[in-house]
């Protein structure tokens, strides 16, 4: 998921942390390297994050379809016993999966300098 070397660091932290029993053993070098790696770990999840964004894309844009759909049926009244909320929802996840979807086609449409 990380990376090999990428998660090899955050063993390697973990092994020196549980080593020497308190960070403050390592002094000014332990938050150093916190920082490092914390910093390579969050960086590397952000981008796995925006791969798949921008592979979903097209599925983000099928299910908001679906779901401004349905609500739409739902507020004609083609589906019996629906209240106002549902239908609200619906347009919610219509919403924040239109705007997942465009997200995923900007990342995909992103040009790296």
Same mark, same amino acid.
């Given at each position: 998921? &990380?990376?090999? $070397?990428?998660?090899?660091?955050?063993?390697?932290?973990? =092994?020196?942390? #549980? *080593?020497?029993? +308190?960070?403050? /053993?390592?002094?000014? $070098?332990?938050?150093?390297? +916190?920082?490092?790696? +914390?910093? =390579?770990?969050?960086?590397?999840?952000?981008?796995? *994050? $925006?791969?798949?964004? /921008? =592979?979903?894309?097209? #599925?983000? &844009?099928?299910?908001? &379809?679906?779901?401004?759909?349905?609500?739409?049926?739902?507020? =004609?009244?083609?589906?019996?016993?629906?209240? /106002?909320?549902?239908?609200?929802?619906?347009?919610?996840?219509?919403?924040? /999966?239109?705007?997942?979807? *465009? *997200?995923?086609?900007? $990342?995909?449409?992103?040009?790296?300098?």
């Amino acid at each position: 998921m &990380f990376g090999g $070397q990428r998660l090899g660091c955050f063993l390697e932290l973990h =092994r020196k942390v #549980s *080593m020497h029993n +308190c960070a403050q /053993s390592l002094g000014n $070098q332990y938050h150093i390297y +916190c920082r490092r790696v +914390c910093a =390579r770990l969050i960086r590397s999840i952000i981008t796995a *994050m $925006q791969r798949w964004l /921008s =592979r979903l894309s097209g #599925s983000f &844009f099928i299910v908001a &379809f679906l779901l401004m759909y349905e609500g739409w049926r739902a507020m =004609r009244g083609e589906r019996p016993s629906i209240g /106002s909320g549902h239908i609200t929802l619906y347009f919610i996840g219509a919403l924040f /999966s239109m705007v997942l979807g *465009m *997200m995923g086609v900007r $990342q995909r449409h992103r040009h790296e300098d």
